[in-house]
């Protein structure tokens, strides 16, 4: 037990980069000591993720403010939390989670305990005076984690004609983060180029990537496999491709809808055979959420036929929940999950998620979500827990790009400068 005990808890409403109201929490140690963090907010949401509090009232902030959550924090959050040790993580969460009682934080909001969690964490690396990551991992051997990055965003985090969320490149055949970043920022830059000299940009995405308007899937896949080698790089050897499905998000009655443009409509089958299809077509290296949560034996068909090399990734159909985990890998739907601390509300559960993954051997995939903020709390968690990729979004916008540069100031520390995880030898 140590002497750093929490002596105030703060609670105040911050924007997010949607201009959403956020939640931050600060935490005060010993009178002394200060650490705050800022809870994220998705856009595509599992049906069992922690729910996120608002006050739906329309007067303040169209509904989206978050005065409850502010005042849970400064009256019961505080009340149970002084005096606890800081260092105390797992004593603080269980704090948390019993003051709500229940499964998905419906009481006092997932965004509310996760941003107390979080800023708890901090509070503890600020009073033994070290940085996050450092603080979490004492290993002689730290590596910054893989960089997943979004070059084209459909879905709900653009209006165009593409239900896919995330069209996302993988640097895999970098030797280090620092030259991952350079790799990515030319292809970034040169998709941006010809998708502005073709007039075909509409904005940017709500993780900073590219908003363009193809008229189906291939052409977007044709297009980032044809800037991939304009830009210099070998499919699969050196850069490849990374989808996130985000499914949930175009079934509508038990039909999927993969075009808006087109009105492209797949049962479940046929959207198995389309997604086969890619997969030998493109360098895919990893696909997430490809149906929708409750086709749980479409997974273990995809994974079951498709290389070893391919991630089935599962998010929505985890949400960072040890049941869930154990669900999917017994049957045998996936190999990799998303860790959202935000889906399960506390550091500790996003903890125990992790180390359930790791025990079932599968890949572990830390992210963001599509409302993030300033705070660089998630690159700093990525080398603490030593997971091998990360997953923020593109690169713009500085809520993205905040995390990359955490990524860097972290990396030039190592004693092997930059050092990253290595996942895929093609």
């Not at 959403?20 to 069992?48: C, L, R, T, W």
């Not at 729910?51 to 169209?62: A, G, I, P, S, V």
């Not at 998303?338 to 180390?355: D, R, Y």
């Amino acid at each position: 037990m140590s002497k750093n005990k929490i002596t105030n808890v703060i609670g105040r409403m911050v924007f997010d980069s949607r201009g959403n109201p956020a939640v931050e929490a600060e935490i005060e140690i010993n009178k002394n000591y200060y650490a705050k963090a800022i809870s994220p907010s998705g856009a595509s949401k599992g049906k069992n993720e922690a729910l996120e509090k608002r006050d739906n009232d329309n007067t303040r902030f169209c509904g989206m403010s978050v005065d409850q959550n502010i005042s849970i924090i400064n009256k019961e959050i505080k009340e149970t939390l002084m005096g606890l040790d800081i260092e105390d993580q797992m004593m603080i969460d269980k704090n948390l989670i019993a003051l709500d009682g229940t499964l998905n934080k419906s009481n006092i909001g997932g965004n509310t305990t996760i941003a107390v969690s979080m800023a708890t964490l901090r509070g503890a690396a600020v009073s033994n005076k070290k940085p996050l990551w450092e603080y979490l991992n004492n290993s002689s051997d730290k590596k910054l984690p893989m960089p997943e990055i979004q070059i084209i965003g459909g879905g709900k985090h653009a209006k165009g004609s593409i239900p896919i969320q995330d069209f996302m490149i993988i640097p895999n055949g970098a030797p280090n983060f620092y030259t991952a970043l350079d790799w990515v920022f030319k292809i970034y830059k040169l998709a941006g180029e010809e998708l502005l000299n073709n007039n075909n940009l509409y904005g940017v995405a709500d993780e900073g990537g590219y908003w363009p308007n193809f008229d189906d899937i291939p052409s977007v896949l044709d297009f980032l496999l044809r800037v991939i080698k304009e830009a210099g790089f070998i499919p699969f050897k050196e850069v490849s491709i990374s989808l996130d499905i985000a499914a949930n998000n175009f079934k509508i009655d038990n039909r999927y809808k993969i075009s808006n443009k087109k009105e492209i409509i797949f049962s479940a089958d046929e959207l198995y055979d389309f997604l086969i299809k890619i997969i030998k077509n493109y360098p895919i290296i990893s696909i997430e959420d490809p149906f929708a949560e409750e086709d749980l034996e479409y997974f273990n068909k995809l994974k079951s036929n498709t290389p070893s090399y391919l991630q089935i990734v599962g998010d929505d159909l985890v949400v960072t929940n040890t049941k869930l985990i154990k669900k999917a890998y017994e049957h045998n739907a996936v190999n990799s999950v998303l860790i959202k601390p935000n889906q399960i509300g506390t550091i500790s559960e996003a903890a125990n998620a992790l180390k359930l993954s790791n025990e079932l051997n599968l890949m572990s995939i830390l992210s963001a979500r599509s409302g993030e903020s300033e705070d660089s709390f998630i690159s700093d968690l990525s080398v603490g827990w030593n997971i091998k990729q990360l997953k923020v979004g593109s690169f713009s916008r500085s809520e993205r790009l905040s995390k990359w540069n955490q990524c860097l100031r972290i990396g030039e520390k190592f004693i092997n400068k930059y050092a990253m995880h290595k996942i895929w030898n093609f």
